[in-house]
């Protein structure tokens, strides 16, 4: 069998799952009955809200006489542990990048993982049928990107593809009159340029998971490329685990995969991708080999998470009235059961607590993971990201961030002194007639709570991208904490519009009358530095005295609305987020009114 293993690798947003689809669609693979729907590799719902992909998916294509596996990887910084991996399984990659955007930080992250494994890539200039298209400028840029990450001569003379993958066409020429309705200009290219995997179908068997699923009946399921050798249904083979330990296994299941199914097969050769299950708790990077005949393939590297939070079981006078999943046992098996899917994942039980430290790639990684299981009816509470810091030689270390920032330019004062307050140290900036781009380097945490600010600065017109650098020894610089403090419940009860008026002056509410609030529970943004607590379930005394006033109509403004990722955002380390599947709430740690003052008092001296 001819095969071709490539990866779609790109910034976010660039187009990578929509030229899948139309690599599907346009293909050899579909029968004549088979219709595919919009980004189709995007199987989770918030994938498909939110436009991005979040988990990395494989499929398979037939086009003249090869089967190309193709590897569609998220281009969100949060989620590039999957990429890292993925070059693990493939000989080449495909490159995509948008034709007017141009190179972004996660075009230069993905690249430079590509190259470092000696892949050899092609390029694909994305949405050529834009007005604001620049494809040879564009090509212009990747070329000098090639060079800055020290591409070997054979990878700089990359091929070049153009297509609007929105409309399905494609061609090998920037000119827009030369686009036709195939995609034949880049599957020409992927079978042209990308080497076969080069394998050993007859020694003893290799194989190397890469990606992990998850299945209730029968545990993990390891995704990954055969090296060397076959491997069969019931076969009993042995795993050799990071821990240089050996375990024997019969393969119970054996998938391969063609467009958007995974087929149960009975044998599999070297080079193809394929997906086993019998090892319930197999891990990323270890290799499976004839019995008797052990010998690991190198390990790969697993990126280490850069925030964390805290959650914890809902401890708020609402709680177990809106969820299904409220039991600490329900938490940690949900938990758990995230970490056999998503290795980049680290959850920590803390002890004698129904509390657990979760650690991810980012704020965007684990509000995933919230949103999740906030839809699947669980029920807890969760406080502020912080980034993982880290002790090396009595010196303490933070992670720090490469920032790319496209701004109108007259913004872009604003933004330079937004993130100059939040401890980035501007390293480079590009004006055109137009647009500002600004380079940064900064801590973590000074990225977290900013999309809102930063909105703000940019008026709505900025776009900000960052992806991981290194850890750095920490700055005293204080960062990311909210300047202005809160309106805060001092009474259980439903909200009116008497006690809501009564306060409106006081700040910005959150909630709208004949709204369930507790003490304790956060309301609305006091328009001072200080929080102030408010009675919002105040009713208007009723008296015998007739008023001239008594028809006029209460009007409030419209309430803030408080997205997850905003209150993610929003909150101190003193507050805490409470998540239902119906509700998601602000509060305080310390609900009692007259505790919290006596805390803060204590705070303060």
């Known amino acids: 069998m001819n095969i071709r293993n490539v990866a779609i690798i790109a910034h976010v947003d660039h187009g990578k799952t929509t030229l899948v689809d139309q690599l599907l669609k346009k293909s050899d693979t579909l029968s004549s009955r088979e219709n595919i729907e919009e980004r189709a590799m995007d199987s989770n719902d918030l994938e498909r809200e939110r436009g991005i992909t979040i988990l990395a998916k494989n499929t398979a294509i037939r086009y003249k006489d090869y089967k190309i596996n193709i590897l569609d990887t998220p281009g969100h910084a949060d989620f590039s542990g999957e990429v890292e991996r993925i070059m693990k399984m493939v000989d080449g990659v495909v490159l995509v990048v948008d034709a007017y955007e141009g190179v972004m930080p996660q075009t230069r992250f993905v690249l430079k993982q590509a190259l470092a494994n000696n892949l050899k890539p092609i390029v694909v200039v994305n949405k050529v049928d834009k007005e604001s298209a620049r494809p040879d400028e564009v090509v212009e840029e990747i070329f000098e990107l090639f060079i800055e990450l020290g591409a070997n001569d054979e990878q700089i003379d990359f091929k070049v593809a153009y297509c609007s993958a929105a409309n399905g066409t494609s061609s090998l020429s920037s000119d827009i009159s030369t686009q036709v309705d195939n995609m034949d200009a880049i599957l020409d290219l992927i079978i042209s340029e990308i080497p076969a995997p080069t394998c050993d179908s007859e020694g003893s068997l290799q194989f190397q998971g890469t990606l992990l699923d998850y299945n209730d009946f029968v545990g993990r399921i390891a995704i990954g490329r055969i090296a060397r050798g076959k491997m069969h249904v019931n076969e009993m083979v042995s795993c050799m685990r990071r821990d240089g330990s050996i375990k024997q296994f019969r393969i119970q299941k054996l998938f391969g995969f063609l467009a958007l199914h995974r087929i149960e097969i009975e044998e599999a050769y070297a080079g193809d991708i394929v997906a086993i299950a019998g090892l319930s708790d197999i891990y990323v990077g270890e290799t499976v080999c004839n019995i008797g005949q052990e010998e690991a393939l190198s390990p790969i590297h697993v990126s280490e998470p850069t925030v964390q939070m805290f959650f914890s079981t809902n401890d708020s006078p609402f709680a177990g009235k809106e969820g299904k999943f409220v039991t600490s046992t329900k938490l940690d098996e949900r938990l758990f059961r995230e970490t056999q899917r998503d290795v980049s994942l680290r959850v920590e039980k803390m002890g004698g607590h129904d509390e657990w430290i979760v650690s991810g790639r980012g704020e965007l990684h684990l509000g995933i993971l919230i949103e999740n299981m906030r839809r699947e009816g ?176 209460v009007v409030l403004k419209r309430p803030r609305q408080m997205g997850l990722e905003t209150c993610m955002e929003y909150i101190n380390d003193d507050e805490l987020v409470e998540i239902t599947p119906k509700s998601i709430r602000l509060r305080k740690k310390i609900l009692n009114t007259e505790d919290r003052k006596k805390f803060d008092s204590k705070k303060v001296k």
């Open 378 to 553: 669980y029920e807890f509470q969760v406080a502020k990201p912080k980034p993982i810091l880290k002790e090396i030689d009595g010196v303490t270390y933070e992670p720090y961030e490469y920032v790319q920032v496209d701004v109108p330019n007259e913004y872009s004062g604003p933004v330079i002194e937004l993130l100059g307050n939040r401890g980035g140290n501007l390293e480079d900036m590009e004006n055109t007639v137009t647009q500002t781009r600004i380079i940064y380097n900064m801590p973590s945490r000074g990225l977290i709570s900013l999309s809102t600010d930063f909105m703000t600065a940019s008026r709505g017109y900025g776009t900000l991208s960052h992806t991981f650098l290194d850890y750095r020894p920490m700055e005293s610089v204080n960062v990311g904490n909210r300047k202005l403090g809160v309106l805060v419940a001092t009474t259980q009860g439903k909200t009116t519009a008497y006690g809501i008026g009564q306060i409106e002056d006081r700040g910005v509410l959150f909630v709208e009358p004949n709204t369930d609030v507790y003490e304790g529970e956060i309301v609305g943004e006091c328009n001072k530095d200080d929080d102030l607590a408010v009675n919002v379930v105040k009713a208007k005394q009723q008296t015998n005295q007739r008023s001239s006033n008594k028809d006029m109509t």
